[in-house]
């Protein structure tokens, strides 16, 4: 993790997206959690390596499908610079290779595209947490290491229905997706199971965090762009 901010307790965050829209939204979540502050967009990975060399973030949310270049191919770019800022990797990309090439390049998370912002929330939480206990700890043993890794790694969440959910209505909302012509939203899946549209929306977010459904936002005229939902085949 890097040197600590001039700006005492600051973590300065450069969010770099190809969409314009999508970069928007990323930096106002992003500013919704002390003590980060983002102090620039990039939207090319040229350009984040020419705004990281001005600007010089504590950390970068990299999205990987950029118009120039994989954003994994930025990273090394960085060191190459002399820039040891972090990154958090913001991308769609579910490949196992693309994922082993994030963890063997040093990304501090992989968040998947697209999410809300209590999925990236508690990742920025960890993060600072981490970072702190970097910068003050004091090493003279084994303990003092461990103490500054623990909470680097969280292990994956049981695939289990959390408490207050049944299987029944879990299997109706996966039967919605496995049959639908296309993508459901929260309200529509409520009205083919008939449960409440926060219970539909609840059971639909518990499979995306599984894994076995997807999302995909539409963007309307005005207002939050609207979460999809498709089942994986």
Known sequence: MTAAS???GTIDVLVVDD???????????VERVEPFRVVGTAHTGAQAIETVDE???????????????FGLDVIPRLRTAGHDCDVMVISAATEADT????????VVDYLLKPFEFDDLRPRLE??????????TTV?????????????????????????GMSVETAE???????????????????AVTGVSRVSARRYLEYFHGTGSAEVSLRYGA??????????RA
Request: with cysteine; hydrophobic share 45%; net charge positive.
């Open 6 to 8: 001039d700006k005492a």
């Open 19 to 29: 969409d314009f829209m999508v970069a928007r939204v990323h930096r106002a979540f």
């Open 55 to 69: 600007l010089r973030p504590d950390l970068v949310l990299l999205d990987l499908y950029l118009p120039d270049l």
């Open 99 to 106: 994922v082993r090439g994030a963890v063997r390049r040093g």
């Open 126 to 135: 960890r993060y600072a947490a981490q970072r702190g206990r970097l910068l």
């Open 139 to 163: 090493v003279r043993g084994q303990a003092d290491v461990d103490r500054v890794l623990a909470g680097a790694f969280v292990p994956a969440p049981a695939h289990t229905l959390p408490k």
């Open 172 to 190: 109706l909302v996966e039967r919605a997706l496995r049959e639908a012509d296309g993508t459901l939203s929260a309200t529509e899946c409520a």
């Open 222 to 231: 005005a207002g939050r762009p609207e979460r999809r939902y498709g089942w």
